[in-house]
């Protein structure tokens, strides 16, 4: 994969979609755009819409920084990713289900056996416990990159508790309030209901199939980074926020506790990790866990969603596995190419490694949030001798890939010189839930945005932004999709907006 510039997906294409956009920022000054960047921000502000950034004390909770330039994605484009994404989960699915059960996989040789039985993310604890109706990975977010008009890579999967999607709805709502006129000119996919959509997930997992099963989201508490997140999708659901103090196992059956007496639970959107979902089975001094959980999903009477032990599905060793899995378990070739990657516990990748660290980008393999990475072209020398050593240390704990040119697009810097519209790099997490009835791609998704100039790491909590993500629409195809009353296998959730 050759490094090339920058692509911009705005400037650097055609079309009516990106006219009309590219207008639309011609026509409208720097400073109209500022001000209705900073009512967004207030907006957000006053509802709440905070993330803690752990161990800083100066700001323990802040907003998303919100760009209003927005993203767009065409419709053969968007169509196409959609099937790459069904595919991908499904092949995690797949994958969850096999290594927590047969693992045929494992006895065919498509993975070494120590990569996933020895890794810290599989659990043995579940091992043998299928999950209802066979689904583990009920709603990932997969990253994706993108380095030219054609070029969409996969970066990381986010099987468990895959965060962000109050985002995606928050700044589309702050968009159609703050710039009507961009969705009179272009037609874009809905996105708001998939609060709705994502109930109807949960209660098509629900393990004794009742016709109304009872569904809540358990947080571990408002010193979550993401407890925001967690109410507003309660909220957006209309179903019970719980923590673990709400609920109680008796006789392997999950019940919550209300004024009104205990009433019994059938799925749970946990947003609490595996060490902390169940003192009984994984950490003892757990606090934010609802003892004998565990028992009662092995005993078939309650879905946990995602379920417990997905998080080897998330792990980036495992990641640079997916074209074999996807493969294995599909039959055909990945629709979505992975970024090239090395494995650090080969000692020819290792060696490689060790000798272009100023050139690559390099992960530990269960990291996150751009926690414990180093970007060679930008890093100091110390940075890069220290990672060396961590690397001959301990090289199975990492995965290095080469430094792309990801795709920009503009975005409003505050300051400098140049202040006003500047490219700056993105990447993008889609949302895709996975049912009883199937797989579904929400036409939308959380773009994220490096807004230091010339940064490549987009996370938040590493001084990244958001951008709302358009999915143009082509008017034939919604119309027969309105006309059936509702949504195939990878049409998207939502219909368009005027």
Not at 62 to 75: A, G, K
Not at 207 to 234: D, I, Q, R, W
Not at 325 to 352: F, H, Q
Request: hydrophobic share 40%.
């Amino acid at each position: 994969m050759q490094q090339r510039p920058a692509f911009d997906e705005i400037r650097g294409r055609q079309g009516s979609g990106f006219d009309a956009l590219a207008n639309w920022l011609d026509g409208t000054p720097s400073d109209e755009l500022r001000r209705r960047q900073a009512a967004a921000e207030a907006t957000f502000r006053q509802l709440g819409i905070t993330f803690a950034v752990y161990g800083d004390t100066d700001a323990a909770e802040r907003i998303i920084p919100f760009d209003i330039v927005p993203r767009v994605f065409l419709p053969a484009e968007w169509s196409r990713l959609s099937d790459g994404l069904v595919q991908r989960v499904e092949a995690i699915n797949a994958f969850l289900d096999d290594i927590y059960g047969a693992q045929k996989i494992l006895a065919d040789g498509v993975l070494p056996t120590d990569l996933v039985l020895g890794n810290p993310q599989f659990r043995p604890e579940v091992h043998g416990i299928r999950a209802p109706h066979g689904v583990r990975a009920h709603i990932c977010g997969i990253d994706l990159v993108r380095t030219g008009p054609d070029d969409f890579w996969v970066l990381e999967d986010n099987a468990r508790t895959p965060s962000g999607v109050s985002y995606m709805l928050e700044n589309r709502e702050a968009m159609l309030r703050l710039c009507p006129e961009l969705f009179r000119s272009l037609r874009v996919a809905a996105v708001d209901s998939y609060p709705d959509v994502l109930l109807q997930t949960m209660r098509s997992v629900s393990p004794k199939g009742h016709s109304n099963p009872v569904c809540v989201v358990l947080t571990p508490g408002h010193y979550n980074s993401a407890y925001y997140e967690h109410s507003f999708l309660a909220d957006s659901m209309g179903i019970e926020l719980v923590e673990a103090a709400d609920l109680l196992v008796d006789d392997d059956v999950v019940w919550m506790r209300t004024t009104a007496g205990r009433v019994r639970v059938d799925v749970i959107y946990r947003r609490i990790d595996d060490d902390f979902l169940d003192p009984l089975v994984f950490r003892p001094d757990s606090a934010l866990g609802v003892p004998g959980l565990i028992a009662a999903y092995a005993a078939g009477n309650v879905a946990i969603i995602n379920a417990p032990g997905n998080g080897i599905a998330d792990d980036k060793a495992i990641y640079s596995y997916m074209p074999e899995i996807v493969r294995y378990y599909s039959g055909g070739e990945a629709k979505l190419p992975n970024v090239e990657t090395w494995r650090c516990r080969e000692p020819e990748a290792l060696r490689y490694v060790l000798d272009h660290l100023d050139e690559v980008v390099v992960k530990l393999v269960d990291g996150s949030g751009g926690y414990g990475m180093l970007v060679g072209p930008t890093a100091s020398k110390a940075e890069i001798e220290a990672f060396r050593r961590a690397l001959v240390a301990e090289p199975e704990r990492y995965i290095a890939q080469p430094t792309l040119a990801l795709s920009t697009v503009p975005t409003l810097s505050e300051s400098g010189a140049n202040a006003g519209l500047a490219p700056r790099h993105v990447d993008f997490r889609p949302f895709v839930l996975s049912g009883a009835k199937g797989v579904q791609v929400v036409p939308g998704g959380l773009t994220r945005v490096a807004l230091r100039e010339g940064s490549l790491v987009v996370n938040s909590s590493q001084g990244g932004g958001t951008k709302d993500s358009f999915v143009l629409m082509d008017e034939p195809r919604m119309m027969q999709s309105q006309s059936m009353g509702g949504m195939t296998q990878s049409q998207g959730i939502g219909g368009a907006r005027a």
